[in-house]
């Protein structure tokens, strides 16, 4: 799947009863990068903090590439492209 469509990374968030784990992963032969999340704050409020948010055009042109179904039932999948 990842091959075809030009996908470099796999994103993999997941909650479980120890807390919240990202897994980044690289395609199509690895390696796999384990991450413990012990906090986190939102995009929103990043650009609420700061002095002069900087927001180019360029940022959004390539959405994430997201599937229509989860793989994965105990987390978040994203899958990433080059552009």
Same mark, same amino acid.
């Given at each position: ?16 009863? =120890? ?22 704050? =939102? ?11 900087r927001e ?22 994203? =899958?990433?492209?080059?552009?």
């Open positions: 799947m990842a091959g075809p469509l030009g996908v470099t990374h796999l994103l993999l968030f997941s909650r479980t009863e =120890l807390g919240l784990h990202l897994r980044i992963a690289r395609t199509p032969r690895g390696p796999t990068l384990h991450f413990k999340i012990h906090s986190y704050s =939102l995009a929103k409020d990043v650009k609420n903090h700061q002095k002069t948010p180019s055009a360029n940022d959004f042109l390539n959405p994430p590439l997201v599937p229509s179904f989860n793989p994965f039932p105990e987390g978040l999948f994203f =899958l990433t492209r080059r552009s």
